[in-house]
């Protein structure tokens, strides 16, 4: 007999049978009814009507049957929570119980029950378990804190309970230790700011012990805990790196991709010379091969990670490009994204094989493949020019098969190759235009169309060509119908005495006849300009376009090394970060790769490295006040509206209709952008990491960087060092990963009076960046640009500019906390971005800040004792002299000088750009290298600022 | 959206057969709607072929992670973010388990043993956390079924659930029982090489690569500890070992150091890439022809053996995708049967054994579509065959075995060498 017999019914009724059976004297006639409900209960039959019936089974000596209650239990004490009360008392026995596997069994199936009232009374048998002598139960109990914190968060806490589970990571147990990581990284996930695992040298030790001895399940979750972990220096990298690459070698593929994980992360902090960095590179490729011969689905996730891997570093993978051809039974999906792959690693070393490969691939018979296989010849082109030539006749060769899709496909590479290699393959046109009429998509349509009008010149019947295409117009899609507006604008251009006509029809189809938002204001600015000038029209219709990059699917870098902290994770199946698809961005930290250490930078700043989530105090996100908010929205960001409005012709009404629409969006966008701000601001932490080294250099640059850094501020500058005041190395003020791919870094400088913002500005995105403008927020002194932000050239990906920016002080004025907080917006083609930084506050002191000697005295006086505040300069060798003149620099002047007991006064004057008179005291003692100010102001809030920048003056 | 507070991991699991009939579900936190697996079905309905089905399916409050395994779906719902390979390897570790119990892994063997799988899910996965996986603990908790035992059981009454805690749980080597006694030891070691090649028109290989594994049956009383040397270890670079095998030793001295498990499992996998090692051992003759403006083509293929090495080329299977155009295929073999599936266009030919005196031939004629064009696709050739007692990555062969203190052991020295081959030949 087998247990399909609990499957069948009776007349009577199910559950009314069941229900008698249950309370049967009989044991044998129990069980047997217990099972029958289970059976029920796994295809999905509701049998929570029986609860009190089976719970009243639970008593018993045999195992099975009590197994078989707890199922039930865990399945059904949510919808019956009175019911399930009953439970505790058994529950709270086995805990007691000499054999440790019913302990144990009692332990897990308490913390399934997820009922409010239980849990209190389970505290005291699962505080005991935790402390078992036996480690089943142990382990047991540790994964039981995991539930019940789900249940109710702060009784764990209350009860202790985080601790106990912190203690079992230095079990002798690996089993154990295993659990408890595991526990607390589920619950840490709920609280990213606790500091549960809290991970140091000797933790780590333990659980690099524990992740030898440990089942493979329990080796996943050590190495995904090892991955969030920052390693103090690249020695320590490269330990941890050595104790976790044998599990490369394991059978179970998760513990092999999260051992790939912890290391391409530390990797990122050996420095590239060292032996063993080529050594760990090595090492990588066979398990990422091997991971390619397990089943399918394993593949699948395997290959997303693999594609993550190869844009990090390519050179892991390069001479296995044979392993990603496509084998003809893999699954669709595997096919996909080999193919992927196999553009990832095309070079001119191996063009041939790949083209080879995807021309057969062209071939096949399912449609998405081959669609795919023909882009990636395009591809090919695009990304390997020695073969660009052989690509576009493979392609040609497809064009002639006439297979539908495979032709449309070809057009639209070919469109692209167009535009990376112009003036070369133009001959293939005519053999595209046979094809037009049989191109149904979209996409195609418009890349066909994009051709014909780019190329009028050369194409006899182009007008032909698209007035045929003008007919069905408002039954074509909107890209195509935008692509036909634009080409024909492009062929009045080149032949305007034959188009006239058909240059008008589109027009007014476009501007008249469309309910397309786009397609009318594309419509209107065309024809305004053509109207208006029509050589400026040629110039903005007919410019040079830019070449396409290579390879326009690459992810984001930024994004890319945030991914490849979540290798092995769905982040990293669908390239997205976890806050793209976690609901809600509490339970999101995001992760960066460490700093690369050995590099000078970082290695001289080892305290900001370890710790990684400090965020640096000034590059900090703009905080969340409301009337910050408020007053950033009434910034005008957009380019000016100039000129009257007049609303009398209707091309005129369409162009300002335009700009205010552009205006309205951007205000949109910027509110959206500060809220997603605000939700992560933990980020920041993450992403702080990634800066630190740079941001934290005021305070720890050695001197040489420092003082180059001066010199080329005195060359650009062309003044002499007496005149500028001390210039800070810039500091990154808004890091890529916060804007889009925008990185600005920056410092404040005073030269002969004025006083200007250097700025570095960065393109770490993909795309071109361009329309940069800047605004302050109101700040303590009123500063404010002087003169718009000029970028001259749009900004190319990977390239930075260097633009110094006037500043002058007469904006408007609001006290700010930090008084020298200053809160900038940058905006650019892409989005509005936001920051805050701190600026010394010497850049305000003016230049005719010295004060009479008799003036000074009296306001010394005049300005009451509690005005004064003292501070201390540490750590100072230099003399009264050199101190002086260094301070002047700066514009703090020296009045008077005294000796008074072997140690050196100096009385000092400086001046605010506001008017603003700080009156200074500086005591210096010969052998102390610690100097004492004393600041007397009317406004004493100045005076720790103005400590601040003689410290940094005086120290630099 | 996936809500980032819930516990992680596994949340319930379905298992859904061919026809899209969902016969059992485990839920390791509260129940999941079986309405959730509508997304499958979507997504199985769209990829056509069940095996294109992808594995990882999102839905707007869980993700779906998916294996396909015998005929049957493995659908697991998680609500949080997991690695996706954690889930898909627990899944096969199950299909596995249910292979080890019940001999089989299918819909019948599910469902006749339905208490039994409840209790082997619920002894596997807690919370989340997989907690025993093992066969040889999952056996000592949960008895398997046979029939003696099911007709003991309901006249004694007694259980099919071990009382007592495994002695393997918890050791440092989970994988073992502790208390095996054989009056016979025995040891056997299966090598099985699966050699991928594609060869093109012209015969010669454009891609081959080995994957090769050894199975183990080891029945060995006590603890025995054994040790396994290669006459060629050099080859063997890209491994992935049973967590049994001591690494370090491997790494030092390329020696096989381990405490094996109590009966069958696999105790190491490997893979050579290097092709100019295989030497193909049959060739194809083949010549598939489709006349212009004619619904009508021929089809001629012979297949013969080479550089066998004096072994057997046996278990010939050929399969070939046919273009779409082709409606029936009239053919005649000279040994063997064939079979054409006018709806998939698989023309699937059983050969057998080849000897060389007579090479096996399949010829005929194809009929088309009437009116249909030529068709382009020029259908590749997939050629399985197997040798047995010789291995293509060649000189390694199992060096020494030496199991410790256990005295008076057969060990079945390379019992079995298997070698499969996967030819697909371009057109």
Same mark, same amino acid.
Request: glycine share 6%; proline share 6%; hydrophobic share 40%.
């Given at each position: 007999?087998t ?20 309370n ?56 019956q ?27 897990r ?7 409010d ?26 994964v039981?804190v ?9 009784l764990?806490e ?13 079990d ?8 408890a ?14 500091n ?11 659980l ?9 399940w329990g ?7 090892l ?9 320590e ?27 391409m992360?530390?990797?990122?902090m ?8 080529g ?63 196999m ?20 071939t ?33 060769d497809?064009?002639q ?6 032709v ?33 998509e ?61 240059v ?31 050589v ?50 509490r ?22 490295a ?75 932490g ?7 080294p ?19 501020f ?52 993909l ?11 109101r ?21 930075s ?11 408007s ?7 020298n ?8 083609n ?27 005295l ?57 008017g603003?008179w ?5 005591r ?23 400590f ?9 | ?12 699991l ?16 509260s129940? /999941?709607?079986?309405?959730?697996? *509508?997304? +499958?079905? =979507?997504?199985? #309905?769209? &990829? !056509?072929?069940?095996?294109? $089905? ?6 707007p ?19 949080t ?12 570790? /199950?299909?596995?388990?249910?292979q *080890?119990y +019940?001999? =089989?892994c299918? #819909?019948t &063997? !599910?469902?006749?043993n339905? $208490? ?39 006249i004694?009454g ?35 090489e699966?050699?991928?090649?594609i ?58 150091s ?20 295989v ?29 066998n090495?004096?072994k ?50 399949l010829?005929?004629?194809?009929n088309?579509?009437?009116?249909a ?55």
């Amino acid at each position: 007999m087998t247990d399909s017999k609990y499957f069948t019914t009776t007349k009577k009724g199910e559950i009314f049978e069941l229900k008698a059976e249950l309370n049967s004297d009989k044991k044998e006639k129990k069980k047997e009814a217990v099972k029958k409900v289970i059976a029920s209960m796994t295809v999905g039959k509701d049998v929570s009507a029986l609860f009190p019936d089976v719970v009243n089974c639970m008593q018993t000596d045999n195992l099975e049957l009590k197994k078989l209650v707890y199922l039930y239990l865990m399945n059904y004490a949510k919808s019956q929570p009175d019911m399930a009360i009953m439970a505790v008392n058994t529950f709270v026995k086995d805990c007691e119980d000499p054999n440790p596997l019913i302990r144990a069994l009692a332990v897990r199936t308490m913390g399934c029950i997820r009922v409010d009232k239980i849990t209190e009374y389970l505290c005291e048998p699962l505080r005991k378990c935790l402390k078992d002598e036996d480690p089943y139960v142990r382990k047991t109990a540790a994964v039981c804190v995991a539930k019940l914190h789900d249940i109710n968060a702060q009784l764990v806490e209350d009860q202790g309970f985080l601790d106990t589970l912190k203690d079992l990571i230095s079990d002798s147990n690996p089993m154990v230790v295993a659990n408890a990581v595991a526990a607390l990284s589920e619950i840490a996930e709920s609280h990213p700011s606790s500091n549960l695992l809290d991970l140091n040298p000797q933790s780590i030790n333990k659980l690099l012990t524990a992740l030898n001895e440990c089942t493979e399940w329990g080796q996943i979750f050590i190495l995904d805990c090892l991955a969030n972990y920052m390693p103090k220096d690249d020695r320590e990298a490269q330990s941890i790196c050595e104790r976790v690459t044998p599990r490369l070698s394991h059978a179970n593929s998760a513990v092999v991709l999260s051992a790939v994980k912890v290391l391409m992360k530390f990797m990122e902090m050996l420095s590239k010379d060292l032996d063993y960095y080529g050594t760990l590179l090595k090492k990588l490729a066979p398990p990422l091969v091997t991971l390619l011969s397990a089943e399918p689905e394993l593949q699948y996730v395997a290959l997303r990670n693999i594609n993550l891997i190869v844009q990090k570093r390519p050179e892991i993978l390069k001479h296995e490009m044979k392993v990603f051809f496509v084998k003809y039974n893999d699954p669709i999906y595997v096919k996909l994204e080999k193919l992927d792959i196999m553009i990832r690693l095309a070079s001119q070393a191996n063009i041939a094989q790949v083209l080879a490969e995807l021309k057969e691939y062209a071939t096949e018979v399912d449609v998405d493949f081959v669609r795919k296989a023909v882009r990636a010849i395009g591809r090919c082109a695009i990304k390997v020019e020695q073969s660009a030539e052989r690509c576009v006749s493979t392609l040609l060769d497809l064009i002639q098969t006439k297979v539908n899709y495979v032709v449309q496909e070809a057009i639209v590479v070919i469109k692209d190759i167009f535009r990376k290699y112009p003036n070369k393959y133009e001959s293939v046109i005519a053999t595209l235009c046979e094809n037009l009429d049989s191109l149904d998509e979209p996409e195609a349509r418009a890349a066909m169309i994009w051709i014909v009008g780019e190329y009028a010149e050369r194409i006899d019947n182009a007008d032909e060509l698209l007035e045929s295409f003008l007919e069905g117009f408002h039954d074509e899609s909107t890209q195509v119908q935008l692509q036909l507006l634009t080409a024909i604008v492009k062929l009045f251009l080149k032949k305007p005495t034959e188009t006239q006509e058909l240059v008008q029809q589109v027009l007014s189809l476009a501007t008249q006849d469309s309910d397309n938002p786009d397609l009318r204001d594309r419509g209107y600015i065309y024809w305004r300009l053509l109207s208006t000038d029509p050589v400026a029209a040629k110039e903005v219709v007919l410019a040079e376009k830019p070449l396409i990059s290579e390879e326009t699917d690459l992810i984001e870098p930024t994004l890319l090394d945030e991914l490849i902290c979540y290798i092995g994770t769905l982040a990293s199946v669908y390239h997205k970060p976890p806050s793209a698809f976690v609901e809600g961005s509490r339970g999101v930290v995001h992760k960066s790769l460490p700093p690369r250490t050995g590099s000078s930078e970082s290695a001289e700043s080892p305290d900001t490295a370890p710790s990684g989530v400090q965020a640096p105090e000034q590059p900090a996100v703009i905080p969340t006040q409301g009337d910050l908010l408020g007053d950033l929205l009434n910034l005008d960001l957009g380019p000016p509206v100039s000129g009257p409005p007049m609303a009398t012709s209707s091309v005129q009404m369409g162009a300002v209709d335009l700009l205010g629409g552009g205006l309205d969006s951007l205000m949109g966008d910027e509110s959206e952008g500060l809220r997603s701000d605000v939700g992560g601001s933990p980020a920041m932490g993450g992403g702080g990491g990634f800066a630190a080294p740079s941001a934290a250099a005021p305070a720890t640059l050695g001197a040489p960087l420092s003082s180059g850094l001066g010199d080329l501020f005195d060359l650009t500058g062309g003044v002499g060092t007496l005149s500028g005041s001390y210039v800070a190395p810039k500091t990154v003020w808004l890091p890529a990963m916060k804007a889009k791919g925008l990185e600005i870094s920056g410092t404040f400088s005073r030269q002969v009076g004025s006083i200007s913002m250097d700025l570095v500005l960065t393109n770490k995105a993909l795309q071109v960046m361009s329309d940069f403008a800047i605004q302050f927020n109101r700040n303590s002194f009123g500063l404010a640009p002087a003169a718009p932000l000029q970028v001259h050239a749009p900004l190319a990906p990977n390239q930075s500019v260097e633009i110094s920016l006037p500043l002058n002080t007469v904006g408007s004025v609001m006290k700010m906390d930090p008084l020298n907080n200053l809160q900038v917006a940058v905006k650019n083609n892409i989005d509005v971005f936001y920051f805050s930084t701190l600026y010394p506050l010497h850049i305000l002191f003016v230049e005719d800040g010295k004060m009479e000697r008799q003036m000074f005295l009296a306001t010394w006086k005049d300005i009451p004792n509690e005005n004064e505040a003292q501070f201390q300069i540490k750590d100072c060798s230099l003399n009264a002299d050199a101190v002086s003149s260094k301070l002047q620099g700066s514009n703090i002047f020296t009045i008077a000088k005294r000796n008074v007991e072997g140690q050196d006064m100096l009385y000092q004057s400086l001046k605010l750009t506001n008017g603003i008179w700080v009156l200074a005291e500086l005591r210096i003692q010969p052998s102390n290298p610690s100097f004492t100010l004393s600041l007397k102001c009317r406004a004493p809030e100045v005076a720790p600022y103005v400590f601040q920048a003689y410290e940094t003056v005086l120290k630099n | 959206m996936l809500n980032g507070l819930h516990p992680k991991m596994i949340h319930s699991l379905f298992l859904i057969n061919c026809s899209g009939d969902i016969f059992l579900e485990k839920h390791w936190k509260s129940v /999941v709607s079986q309405s959730v697996c *509508d997304y +499958f079905f =979507e997504a199985q #309905e769209k &990829a !056509v072929d069940v095996e294109n $089905v992808p594995p990882v399916i999102s839905t707007p409050h869980h993700y779906l992670i998916s294996i396909y395994r015998d005929k049957i779906f493995f659908v697991s719902v998680i609500q949080t973010e997991v690695p996706p390979l954690f889930v898909i390897e627990f899944l096969h570790r /199950v299909a596995d388990t249910f292979q *080890d119990y +019940f001999g =089989e892994c299918s #819909e019948t &063997a !599910v469902k006749d043993n339905v $208490v039994i799988v409840y209790e082997l899910l619920e002894e596997m996965l807690d919370n989340g956390f997989p907690l025993a996986t093992e066969s040889n603990i999952l056996k000592e908790l949960i008895k398997p079924p046979t029939i003696l035992r099911s007709v003991v059981n309901s006249i004694t009454g007694s259980s099919n659930v071990g009382d007592t805690l495994p002695t393997g749980q918890l050791s440092n080597i989970p994988w073992r029982r502790a208390g095996v006694k054989y009056t016979n030891n025995e040891a056997y070691f299966d090598v099985i090489e699966e050699i991928d090649a594609i060869i093109d028109k012209s015969g010669s290989t454009v891609f081959a690569e080995i994957q090769g594994v050894i199975d183990s049956c080891i029945k060995l009383s006590g603890m025995p500890d054994l040790s396994l040397s290669f006459m060629n270890p050099r080859l063997l670079d890209d491994v992935s070992f049973h967590p049994c095998i001591r690494f370090k030793r491997w790494e030092s001295e390329r020696v096989l150091s381990f405490i094996p498990p109590d009966g069958n499992f696999r105790l190491i996998s490997y893979r050579v890439s290097s092709q100019n090692l295989v030497a193909i051992p049959v060739y194809v003759k083949h010549m598939i022809s489709f006349k212009e403006n004619s619904s009508s083509g021929r089809f001629d293929v012979t297949i013969g053996p080479k550089q066998n090495m004096g072994k057997t080329v046996e278990g010939v299977v050929m399969t070939v995708h046919m273009p779409k155009a082709v409606l029936n295929m009239n053919l005649s073999s000279t040994q063997g049967n064939y079979t054409f599936d006018p709806v998939t266009k698989v023309l699937t030919w059983d050969v057998g054994k080849i000897t060389p005196q007579k090479l096996p031939n399949l010829k005929g004629a194809v009929n088309l579509q009437s009116g249909a064009p030529k068709p382009e696709e020029n259908p590749s050739l997939n050629i399985q065959f197997k040798i047995q007692q010789l291995a293509i990555s060649g000189e390694w062969m199992l060096g020494k075995i030496d199991a410790g203190g256990t005295n008076g052991i057969t060990i079945g020295n390379g019992a079995l060498l298997l070698l499969i081959f996967q030819l697909e030949v371009l057109n």
